[in-house]
Structures are given as structure tokens and as C-alpha cells.
């Protein structure tokens, strides 16, 4: 079992939940929320996130800016956020987007909760389908005498640990996130 190589698998798996979870609206406005929606620019020539055609700002706990770059793309990055369905609705406002967001509901809350709670268990998953991966590939190590019982053994401890280190960081940032959702 390479360690190292089984760290970085599940460190992938975890920075995919945190992107995840941090597309999860809470109430406040935040760049997070809009900036890796793909956007068809210059004709559909090219599909490209939001975060590349534009600076993305906070100007209050409801409202968030995009101002463009290139000028001409504004109505397309508009029609991006509206086509991609997520319950924003951008106004132009000159030379950039505003989108005003109204504070959650209870309803919306709960919602989003559940959302993220879909979202931890996936991540969940991915780590247990690495540690059954890895956990085979020890089984096939002492089946064809590569390693002894008592390396098996240890690598099997090993490999729970690095698994159960993984599942409390996503539950860790599932408690967090949670926390920020049911704040009102």
C-alpha cells in the first residue's frame, strides 16, 4: 500500500465536498456561488467560468457583483447565470451584474441541509470506495505472498486510520457548513 498515494486520492475526493458544499447557498452572497458556472461566450465560440471572464465581488450579505472584462460579454454571462437555473436572477446595471439575494427561508433551509447532507454522503462513498480498492489490492498482496500476514494486518490498520481521518474531516466541514445554513 503506497500511503502517500492514498492520502492524495482521498485529499482529491475532500476538495471536491468542499467545492461542493461551498456552492451550497447560506444566506450570505458569496463569490463561490457564481464563479465556476460555465458560461457560452463569444458566440458559444467558447465555454469558459465566470471566474475567467470577470471580477466577482461581495458588495453586501445579499448582493453580489460581476464586472466583465471584456464589456461585450456581459448579456452572455447574464443568460449563463439564468440558463444554469439555480434561483439567481442577474440585473445589468450599467457596465455590471448585480444579483440581489432574498433571505432564506425556513423551507430553503431545510432544502439546503438535506442537499448537503446528499453531498457529504457521496463523499463518504468515494472515500470508502478508495479504502475497498486499496484494501483489495493488500488481499491480492498477501494472496500471491508479496506481503506476510503481519504486514496485512498493519496495512489494513493503516489504511482504516487514513480512512476514518478523511470521513471526520467531511463531517467536520459538514457540522460547519450545517452551522452556517441554520444561522439566521
Do not use: C
Not at 447560506?26 to 471580477?55: F, N, S, W
Not at 436572477?89 to 442537499?115: A, C, H, Q, W
Not at 446528499?118 to 475497498?132: P, V, Y
Not at 498493519?154 to 466541514?173: N, P, R
Request: charged share 30%; glycine share 6%; no cysteine.
Amino acid at each position: 500500500m503506497d500511503e502517500v498515494q492514498v492520502r492524495l486520492r482521498m485529499q482529491q475526493v475532500l476538495d471536491l465536498v468542499i467545492s461542493d458544499a461551498a456552492s451550497i447557498r447560506t444566506g450570505r452572497a458569496t463569490p463561490k456561488l457564481v464563479e465556476d458556472l460555465q458560461v457560452a461566450v463569444y458566440g458559444g465560440q467558447q465555454k469558459l467560468k465566470i471566474m475567467e471572464l470577470a471580477t466577482i465581488s461581495t458588495v453586501d450579505a445579499q448582493t453580489l457583483t460581476i464586472a466583465p472584462w471584456d464589456k461585450s460579454v456581459i448579456g452572455e454571462i447574464r443568460q449563463g447565470i439564468l440558463a444554469a437555473n439555480i434561483g439567481m436572477n442577474p440585473s445589468m446595471d450599467g457596465e455590471i451584474i448585480r444579483i440581489s439575494f432574498p433571505p432564506l427561508t425556513t423551507e430553503d433551509r431545510e432544502k439546503y441541509v438535506k442537499l448537503l447532507s446528499a453531498k457529504l454522503e457521496n463523499g463518504r462513498i468515494m472515500i470508502r470506495q478508495i479504502r475497498g480498492e486499496v484494501m483489495h489490492d493488500i488481499k491480492k498482496g498477501f494472496e500471491s505472498k508479496e506481503i506476510t500476514e503481519d504486514e496485512k494486518f498493519g496495512q489494513e490498520k493503516k489504511l482504516q486510520e487514513i480512512t476514518d481521518e478523511f470521513i471526520k474531516m467531511i463531517e467536520d466541514l459538514g457540522e460547519k457548513k450545517k452551522h452556517e445554513l441554520l444561522q439566521v
